[in-house]
């Protein structure tokens, strides 16, 4: 299926695969984008060298664009958005806070800024500011989430703006891909689904747990710090949690609590006592599959249920 | 008076009275979280259709009505 947004960054397909911390390395990027996706490497609280290395290690395993993850809150934000420039990666998006001030220098190295956007107000002020896209994410997804749902936010965002936006949040069949065209998206991201991608290197702990998981598996925690996450529901959240509503726990002490919780998860598979960020769609997730598979299949339900859409009208 | 117009639209936008806004009042006293603050300047926008540089230093009331009256005279944000 090829919509505007695959004339705009030569894909194939019109699907993101999510910027996720300690999971979106060169080798689940790659093989997005080698299945006709967008895939995108995670900058993450990485430095300048890290993500030089990872930029070097994807162009040596697919000749497709792919992008990078710039997370706004990242000590090293200053370094990477300038290795993002450098290197002159095809696409770059961003997330947590506001990208403003690293526009003009991607916009001059001819990278495509597509800011992820949770709220009309941000997705105006990025389109006024050169964004190509944006990416409107509900708070279905995994991560750091906002407060509105993908069903309220993208066909708001839509109406707002005159640049292609892409759905993320709740996304993980070919059922939300078509739902998210019908609400004005001509794009997806999806994180969740590709966490179980064969080519994911995180640990098969974290990916077991995902497969398993059921609808009400995941919550947010962290709202009192002002980014809340999504994460699946284990000993770790049910612990922050407890924190969180404690008067006597400081945010710092709060935040030092989680620091490191995400990795642990993710690279060592301790899903007991680390972060498993992963979005509501995990009940929808069944099987460990390559990247292109999942692409294609995602694709191909998307275009039969849109073909199919007539006797609905009678 | 750009200042009262300024003030009444921070003070709808928290649901407070104009009347509690002093130039001096800090941005940090309102509370407001990375996409109020986005929000309310887009609101700021609209009530005196100017464009105003989001990575302009803004810490208290006074600092968000000089560069509101700047724009208004024709200088840049």
Redesign the interface.
């Known amino acids: 299926m090829r919509t505007a947004l695959c004339e705009l960054l030569d894909i194939e397909q019109p699907i993101f695969q999510g910027g996720m911390a300690w999971v979106a390395d060169a080798s689940l990027a790659s093989a997005v984008s080698n299945g006709g996706g967008l895939g995108i490497i995670a900058a993450m609280n990485a430095n300048a060298e890290w993500l030089r290395n990872e930029i070097r290690r994807a162009r040596a395993l697919t000749q497709k664009p792919f992008g990078v993850n710039i997370m706004l809150m990242s000590p090293f934000a200053d370094d990477v958005a300038s290795v993002v420039a450098d290197e002159r990666v095809a696409v770059v998006t961003t997330g947590a806070?506001?990208p403003?001030?690293y526009m003009r220098a991607w916009l001059d190295a001819g990278v495509r800024v597509v800011p992820v956007v949770?709220?009309v107000?941000?997705a105006?002020?990025v389109a006024?500011?050169g964004a190509c896209a944006v990416i409107a994410e509900g708070c279905e997804s995994g991560g750091h989430v906002?407060?509105l749902t993908t069903m309220t936010l993208v066909p708001q965002v839509c109406d707002a703006v005159d640049i292609p936006v892409i759905a993320a949040g709740g996304i993980a069949d070919g059922r939300g891909v078509a739902a998210a065209f019908m609400l004005g998206a001509v794009g997806v991201q999806v994180g969740t689904r590709f966490l179980v991608a064969r080519e994911c290197t995180i640990h098969q702990n974290y990916k077991d747990m995902i497969l398993a998981a059921k609808d009400i598996d995941t919550a947010t925690a962290g709202k009192r710090l002002?980014h809340p996450v999504r994460a699946m529901r284990n000993a770790f959240m049910r612990e922050f949690v407890r924190r969180e509503y404690d008067a006597s726990i400081s945010n710092e002490e709060l935040e030092a609590y989680g620091a490191g919780a995400l990795r642990l998860a993710a690279r060592e598979g301790d899903v007991k006592n680390g972060s498993v960020m992963a979005g509501q769609s995990s009940g929808l997730v069944k099987k460990e599959q390559p990247a292109a598979e999942i692409i294609r299949e995602m694709m191909a339900e998307a275009e039969a249920l849109l073909k199919g859409g007539g006797p609905l009208c009678g | 008076m750009v200042f009262d117009k300024v003030a009444q639209t921070l003070a709808e936008f928290k649901g407070i009275d104009a009347a509690g806004i002093a130039p001096e009042t800090t941005f940090a006293q309102f509370e407001l979280d990375s996409l109020d603050r986005v929000q309310l300047i887009m609101n700021l926008e609209e009530t005196f259709g100017i464009q105003i540089d989001m990575e302009s230093r803004i810490e208290c009331v006074r600092d968000l009505v000089e560069i509101v009256e700047k724009q208004l005279s024709g200088g840049a944000a």
């Open positions: 806070g506001m403003t001030k949770p709220s107000a941000i105006r002020l006024r500011s906002g407060e002002g």
